[in-house]
Structure formats: C-alpha cells, structure tokens
C-alpha cells in the first residue's frame, strides 16, 4: 500500500513563526504536491514538485515556499505564519492519474 | 476559464441510488477524476475517465461525455459510510501535473 505521511497532525503557531511542514512517500514517486483546503474554497494547490530539486508554483503560492532534496520528501516552509494561513494542509504524491493523500496537518496560527 | 461546477449538498437514503452530477469548462480536457474525503480526513481516488462511457467498480460508476463536458457519479445500494464529500476534478491539455478541483459535493446517507 501507497504511504504518505506528514509530520503533524496539529498545529498551533504564533504570527510571524517559521513553520515547516513535512510530507514523505515511501512509493518512488516522482510528483509530490501541497494543497490547502478550506471551507467553501476547496482544494487549492499551493506548489508541486516533479523531480528533486524541481519544483513548480501552483495556484496560491504566495507566502510559501517548498524544498525537494530527496526524492521521498518534499516540505512546505511559511516564512512567517499570518493568521490567514490557518488552514488544512495536504500533501498528495503520485502520478496524475492517482493522487495519494496523507492525512493533512490542521494549522492554527495566532 | 477553468470552471468546475457540482451541487453543493445532496441526501439519500440508505440502500437507495444517488447521482453527483460535475460539469466542467476548461482549456482543454485530458481526464476527469473522482475523490471521495470523509469528514476530517484526505482525499482517497475513486475514478478516472478519459473516454466517453461509463466505467463501473463495484457499487460506484462514473460517467463521462466529453462532447458536453459532462461527468456524474453514481453510488448504488447506498450505505451510512458513503456521508463523505465527493470531488470532481479535470487535468487539462497540456499540464499533466495539475488537477483543477471542484468544490465538492457533500452526500448525507439518512437510514
């Protein structure tokens, strides 16, 4: 079975924090992405990566950034956390026929 | 533009058979998918049309027509644990990478 896992389930930071996000997939994928989902707005794909290294901006990119050093794990950086980044964060891996989700980290930021 | 449309809410009951309708306009179409996210947790993939037709597994089937830029979903012998949202979602022609994502439809099962 498909695995992909993200750091946290919860979490709570304060406005102006760096916060780091981690996703990791155990199945060689080459595409990883993270989206933000929330309420009445949906999913919105923030950045995706195709390789290491490789990244691309999606839809919201502004106020994230992303690093892909291995292959298997792909993170999610706020610079500095402002109070409308509270959101569920999803990381999804494989190809694009078949996305395989992890289990989302709910952030509340402050 | 990119639009992707389905009914915000729908109920059924228990044992009987819904439809979750997703019309989509975009640039160009290169297959429709189909999520299933139950409350609180991720997306799980249900179905993948390219082609015309309709494509069946098991108790869910999904229906495409590219002509009308047109898919549903269909759930038979509904049961308590389908109460999920339902996502429609549609890559375009020319990036293979990104899905643009409906809204979703949120399906209450009543006994």
């Known amino acids: 079975d498909v695995k992909v896992t993200q750091s946290s389930r919860y979490l709570v930071k304060r406005t102006g924090e760096k916060v780091f996000l981690e996703c990791v997939q155990d199945?060689?994928?080459?595409?990883m992405f993270w989206y933000r989902q929330d309420p009445g707005l949906g999913l919105r794909l923030i950045y995706f990566?195709?390789?290491?290294?490789?990244?691309e901006k999606g839809d919201i990119p502004e106020g994230y950034s992303v690093s892909r050093e291995k292959k298997e794990r792909f993170s999610l950086i706020l610079e500095s956390a402002s109070t409308n980044q509270t959101s569920m964060y999803l990381c999804?891996?494989?190809?694009?026929?078949?996305?395989?989700f992890g289990p989302g980290t709910r952030l509340l930021v402050l | 533009g990119q639009n992707i449309d389905q009914p915000t809410e729908m109920t059924a009951t228990e044992g009987a058979i819904v439809q979750i309708n997703c019309t989509y306009q975009?640039?160009?179409?290169?297959?429709l998918f189909w999520y299933q996210q139950h409350a609180g947790e991720a997306p799980t993939f249900l179905s993948y049309?390219?082609l015309d037709g309709l494509e069946e597994k098991g108790r869910f089937s999904s229906f495409l027509s590219r002509s009308k830029g047109y898919s549903y979903l269909l759930l038979k012998e509904l049961q308590m644990k389908d109460s999920a949202s339902y996502l429609c979602?549609?890559?375009?022609?020319?990036?293979?990478?990104?899905?643009?994502w409906g809204l979703g439809t949120s399906l209450a099962v009543n006994p």
């Open positions: 975009t640039s160009g179409f290169n297959g």
């Open positions: 999804a891996s494989g190809w694009i026929e078949t996305q395989y």
């Open positions: 979602a549609v890559r375009e022609v020319g990036n293979n990478r990104k899905l643009i």
């Open positions: 990566s195709y390789d290491v290294k490789m990244k």
């Open positions: 049309n390219v």
């Open positions: 199945m060689d994928h080459e595409n």
